[in-house]
Structure formats: structure tokens, C-alpha cells
């Protein structure tokens, strides 16, 4: 059956069409928009009524093109900048009545669960032990230890992505040595409080994780980071966007989603692998088997 995922995010708003078996997906198609919702919040964390406006439209648009692609089974997911909305009911409410599709608001472990399984079922080999799944999205990032193909032994999920931490402390294009060193101990400082477990092979999963990998190559290990982060550092983003055919806008997240998934790595104590699958990929498997 082919299906489609519309995976709202902080950063993005991304469409996945595939077609569907029980155990395996293969991608049609994918896109994406920078609808930046956690940008211009209110005072209260509230979703400006224009952006809650774009991104109905944005949704609308990707139902389409879902559609059009012969997806007889479209969801739409939220993730961490919408579930901490006050005002995430009339996202919804606006998603609705734009294109009549109903959002699902995901909590923290469902979100963590459903990037472990995307992950998992996409890693290419069992390990001979647990698995572990970072996760670094635009307003929160999550760390998941367990059994391929589904099983989940333990997980955390913290409010720091890589859209907050740019914001943050990476206001300089190139960031400078002192940002990065301030970003690097506001990322050490949330993950001190986590207690992780250490996985036989880790996984990571994201734009980000795509994106750097585009720099570094598909393993990231503590000279891959150290390389990447040199280069991000050294040229404004337009031009490391169009020596390494990536986004403007996502090279400018990309210094935060890196040190995210660095400290990941160290917390592991494991290369992390970028993934072919995530939250995405997690929906549509986990609607398969239903």
C-alpha cells in the first residue's frame, strides 16, 4: 500500500510517500519546507496566528502532492515545538479545516519510540546488543537505547535542538570560537543530568544527521565532528550550502544539530551511523503493521 507521512517539526514541515509492506518501506517521494515554528513565538509560547496560517497551507500543499502521488493513507504528526504550544489545538484546528487532515500530537515517547523503530528497521544488520537512536530535532532531541527491530529498553527527550541552540548562542555566520564553546556547555549541561546507557552500535537520525553527513561521510566519530565543525567555522553558510550542495538555512542550524549529536556520540560511547529511516519512517511501518 503506498502511504504518506507529514511530519511537522520546529524547523521543518516534511513530506514522506511510500510504498508499504509489514516489514519494509520503499520512499516515492520526499520534501520539505522551512516553516520555522518556533520562530516569533508570543510572550506566552503561543504559534503567531500568521505562521499557524502557513503551515495549514504548507499542509494542505504536501496533502496534495501526497495525493496526487496515489497515497491511500496520509498522516500528519507534530512533534516538540507544537506539543509545548498552549495554542497546539488551533494548529491542528487550522491543519483541519484547510485540508480536512487530522494531526497527531506526539508525546516524548512516542516520538522517541517511533524514531527507534524508523532507525532500527533501516539499520541493515542486527547488532550484537542494544541499539542506540539520536534523534536531534529543530526544539528538542531525544536518545533511545534498545532492541532492533521495536523494542524500547530506554529513552530520554530533552527541550534543546538545533533551531533553539542557534538561536541561542550561534548568532554570528560563521559562529565564532566563543559561541561555540558556549553552545558546546549549554548541550553539556542538559546532558549531565542524563544517566545513559552504552549501546554495542549507534544510530543517528535527522536533518541534521543527513545534512552532516554531506561533510563528514556516513560515520561520525570524534575526527568526523572535529573536521565538520572546522569547516562550518570557517565560511559563512551560503557558501559552505553550495560547496556541499545543502540548504542555506539548514548549514546555518547546522553548527547546533553537530554539537548535539557530538555529546550524543561521547554520552553513547559510539560513532553514531546516519540512518535511512526516523520519525517518518516509524509512522508509516507502524501503520503497516496495524
Do not use: Y
Request: with cysteine.
Amino acid at each position: 500500500m503506498r502511504r504518506a507521512c507529514i511530519d511537522i517539526g520546529s524547523n521543518t514541515t516534511r513530506l514522506l510517500v511510500a510504498d508499504c509492506a509489514s516489514e519494509r518501506i520503499a520512499e516515492v517521494h520526499q520534501e520539505r519546507a522551512f516553516t520555522h515554528i518556533a520562530l516569533g513565538r508570543l510572550p506566552d509560547g503561543s504559534i503567531p496566528p500568521a505562521k499557524i496560517t502557513d503551515v495549514a497551507a504548507v499542509v494542505a500543499a504536501q496533502l496534495g502532492a501526497a495525493r496526487r502521488l496515489g497515497a491511500s493513507d496520509v498522516q500528519a504528526v507534530a512533534t516538540a515545538a507544537i506539543r509545548r504550544a498552549p495554542n497546539r489545538a488551533e494548529l491542528a484546528g487550522a491543519i483541519r479545516e484547510a485540508c480536512g487532515l487530522e494531526v497527531k500530537i506526539l508525546t516524548e515517547e512516542q516520538e522517541a519510540r517511533l524514531a527507534f523503530i524508523g532507525a532500527a528497521r533501516a539499520f541493515g544488520h542486527i547488532p550484537a546488543g542494544e541499539l542506540g537512536v539520536v534523534d536531534v530535532g529543530g526544539g528538542s532531541s531525544e536518545l533511545v537505547v534498545g532492541s532492533v527491530p521495536d523494542r524500547v529498553s530506554w529513552f530520554v527527550s530533552f527541550a534543546l535542538g538545533s533551531g533553539d541552540l542557534a538561536r541561542s548562542c550561534l548568532r554570528s555566520d560563521p559562529p565564532s570560537a566563543a559561541e561555540l564553546t558556549a553552545a558546546r556547555s549549554r548541550v553539556e549541561s542538559t546532558l549531565s543530568e542524563f544517566e545513559v546507557p552504552h549501546p554495542v552500535e549507534a544510530v543517528a537520525v535527522g536533518g541534521s544527521a543527513a545534512s552532516l553527513s554531506r561533510l563528514a561521510g556516513p560515520i561520525l566519530d570524534a575526527a568526523a565532528f572535529a573536521r565538520s565543525l572546522a569547516e562550518l567555522a570557517a565560511a559563512p553558510a551560503r557558501e559552505v550550502a553550495r560547496r556541499f550542495g545543502l540548504d542555506v538555512e539548514r548549514v546555518r542550524l547546522l553548527p547546533a544539530g553537530l554539537l548535539i549529536l557530538e555529546a550524543a556520540s561521547e554520552r553513547f560511547g559510539a560513532p553514531l551511523a546516519v540512518a535511512g529511516g526516523g520519525l517518518r519512517e516509524g509512522v508509516l511501518l507502524e501503520a503497516s503493521v496495524a
